[in-house]
């Protein structure tokens, strides 16, 4: 079983940065693909973002590609989501996700365990 652990949320304004962490735990991080999805309310959880066991390739959903960038830290056990150029749509608690499969993976059901979430608001 792997634990995951979300930090680095917050409140900031349209235009500034934010980095997301998540700390794993429990079993060998290299050995899962990573996700980041976000849930807005009255919305469904989307995916934002997914790397691979060893950090290349990515996969960007189009409404965030070219402003959040998705790494890996093996050494570290962490997973982090870089967001730039903020936008109050980017409202949502952000989740990271793990699984075992080996090619990057889109759809949330396919990943096995999941963060409790951290919130990000964006104010206009």
């Known amino acids: 079983q792997v634990q995951l652990v979300e930090s680095g949320g917050g409140l900031v304004q349209a235009g500034d940065s934010l980095r997301l962490s998540c700390a794993a735990s429990?079993?060998?991080?290299?050995?899962?693909?990573m996700g980041w999805f976000r849930q807005a309310p009255g919305k469904e959880r989307e995916f934002v973002a997914a790397?691979?066991?060893?950090?290349?390739?990515?996969s960007y959903a189009d409404s965030v590609k070219g402003r959040f960038t998705i790494s890996r830290d093996n050494a570290k056990n962490t997973v982090y989501l870089q967001m730039n150029s903020l936008k109050p749509e980017d409202t949502a608690v952000y989740y990271c996700?793990?699984?075992?499969?080996?090619?990057?993976?889109?759809?949330?059901?396919?990943?096995?365990?999941w963060g409790q979430g951290t919130q990000v608001t964006v104010s206009s």
């Open positions: 790397i691979t066991r060893s950090g290349v390739p990515t």
């Open positions: 996700a793990s699984t075992t499969r080996l090619a990057l993976t889109l759809a949330p059901e396919l990943y096995d365990y």
């Open positions: 429990g079993r060998t991080f290299s050995w899962y693909a």
